[in-house]
């Protein structure tokens, strides 16, 4: 399974990432991959199965995107893997995992996806200055975003390759989330508000299939990310006059998306070992 992220925007000064692909490992039945059982009988346990499967996917889409990752000269033809979230709050163990699974994918157009999380920021920087890509992802606020971006910034000088041409990095900001949260707060301001309404327009950055396809088949792509900056200057001021805090709207939805991230984690793990144990008894 593929997702399109248009959240995604980029922090290379040189060379804009204009979409990144995540790819979940098991969704392409087609693609010959060895069987949990397999794996578990090497005397692999669950964890190390599922990352061994994971990096054969990432591997294999890789080469798959590859041509797309030199004809744009790096720009596009990009995938994502992201670390386990098990260590967001680990900077270290981050940085290994991220060393690891870079080198084990060893594939160019591989981006290594690390929560912003305050304790990711020193991660980000370094795995950077190995010349490794990054996906930098729970972007929930503007001041985590500049710190996003002055890790990637200060990464690329604390490095000691001299060609950085190929080191990229990308931010994706959930803006959909952040918005939802936002409209909630508005709603009960607006019902603890008697005679007075609030106008707010709604951004979707993931848009269903229908819209999609509409779109596709008779929509203008336009750049829009940077067009009528004054105005939304101003409804960000304007929602902060009511009582609503970035930061904390930011924190929260931060904890939330990582707790969600790290329990969904854990039920792929627990399936793919009931899994692994169903083809050892049906064997």
Known sequence: MASISNTTSSVKPTKPIKITLDFHFLTKPKVLLPTPRELVEAGKDIECVYWELVVKDIHDTCKLLESIYIESEGVDGYVSVAVSPKLANDTKGTIEAAKWLHKMVACPNVYIKIPAIDESISSIKEVISLGISVNVTLIFSLPRYEAVINAYLDGLEASSMNDLSNVSSA??????????????????????????????????????????????????????????????????????????????????????????????????IECLGKKARMQVVDA
């Not at 709604?202 to 829009?224: E, M, N, W, Y």
């Open 171 to 268: 931010a994706a900001f959930y803006i959909s989330r952040v918005d939802v949260a936002i409209d909630k707060k508005l709603e009960k301001i607006i019902n603890k508000t008697s005679g007075h309404s609030l106008v707010h327009k709604q951004i979707s950055t993931i848009p269903p299939d229908p819209a999609l396809k509409a779109f596709l088949d008779h929509g203008i792509l336009s750049r829009t990310i940077d067009a009528k900056v004054s105005e939304a200057e101003s409804i960000y001021n304007a929602i902060e006059t009511l009582g609503i805090d970035w930061s904390c709207v930011g924190s929260h939805l931060e904890n939330e998306v990582l707790d969600s991230f790290k329990r969904s984690f854990e039920n792929v």
